[in-house]
C-alpha cells in the first residue's frame, strides 16, 4: 500500500497531477483543497495518500492533509457514496466544514455539492456522526493540551447541554464569533436562549 509520496511535481491538470519520485511518474488525483495549494511545477510536493484497487483500474489520490485522507477513507465506507463524490465533498468544503453540516444536520449545505441529493446527505449524516466522533476524540487524544477550535468546542458544549443540532444550529446562526473564546460564544447563544 502507497501511504505517502515524496516527490518532485511534473505536471498538474485539475484534478490529476504527477508526481515524480525516484524516476517514476505517479499519476494522483486531488480534490481541490488540495490542488489549490500545490506549488509551480518543479516544486517538491509531500502528499498522503490512498491507492484504490477496482477490477478495470488502480487510482491513486493525494491530500495536503491526514485529516483529508481520514475523511475521505472514512466517506467510502457510505453506502453510495464513491471516491468522485468523497473527492467532491473534499473539493467543496473544508474538514471542519463537513463536520460542522454533520454536527449541526445541515443538508441543505451538503445537497449543494455536486452529486449529493438529499438522501445522500441524510445518509452522510447518520453514517458519518458516529465515525466523526471517534475521530475527534482521537483527534483530541494527539493534540493534548492543544484547544480545539472556540466555534467547535462551543457547538459541542451546547449539544451536551441538551440542545438539539437544529437548536445549535439557530442559537448560533447570529453570534459574532470572530476572535472570541469558546465561553463567550457559549454565553452569547445561552443569551440569545433565554430572549
Do not use: W
Not at 117 to 130: N, Q, S
Not at 169 to 184: C, F, I, N, Q, Y
Request: with cysteine; hydrophobic share 45%; proline share 4%.
Amino acid at each position: 500500500m502507497i501511504g505517502t509520496l515524496r516527490g518532485l511535481l511534473t505536471a498538474k491538470q485539475a484534478p490529476q497531477i504527477i508526481l515524480e519520485c525516484n524516476g517514476v511518474g505517479y499519476q494522483v488525483e486531488t480534490p481541490m483543497s488540495t490542488f489549490l495549494e500545490l506549488p509551480p511545477i518543479g516544486q517538491e510536493v509531500f502528499l498522503y495518500t490512498h491507492l484504490q484497487v477496482r477490477e478495470d483500474a488502480q487510482i491513486l489520490y493525494g491530500f495536503a492533509s491526514n485529516e483529508e485522507k481520514a475523511l475521505f477513507r472514512n466517506l467510502l465506507r457510505v453506502g453510495g457514496v464513491g471516491a468522485k463524490i468523497a473527492l467532491s465533498v473534499l473539493s467543496a468544503m473544508s474538514v471542519s466544514d463537513f463536520r460542522r453540516c454533520v454536527r449541526l444536520e445541515d443538508t441543505a449545505m451538503l445537497v449543494k455539492v455536486p452529486g449529493i441529493g438529499r438522501k445522500t446527505a441524510e445518509r452522510l449524516i447518520i453514517e458519518m456522526r458516529d465515525r466523526l466522533d471517534k475521530a475527534a476524540v482521537g483527534d483530541a487524544i494527539v493534540a493534548g493540551t492543544e484547544s480545539a477550535e472556540p466555534m467547535h468546542e462551543a457547538v459541542d458544549a451546547l449539544a451536551a447541554l441538551g440542545y438539539k443540532p437544529v437548536e445549535v444550529k439557530r442559537l448560533l446562526a447570529h453570534v459574532e464569533t470572530g476572535g472570541k473564546s469558546a465561553e463567550e460564544i457559549i454565553r452569547l447563544a445561552l443569551k440569545r436562549a433565554v430572549n
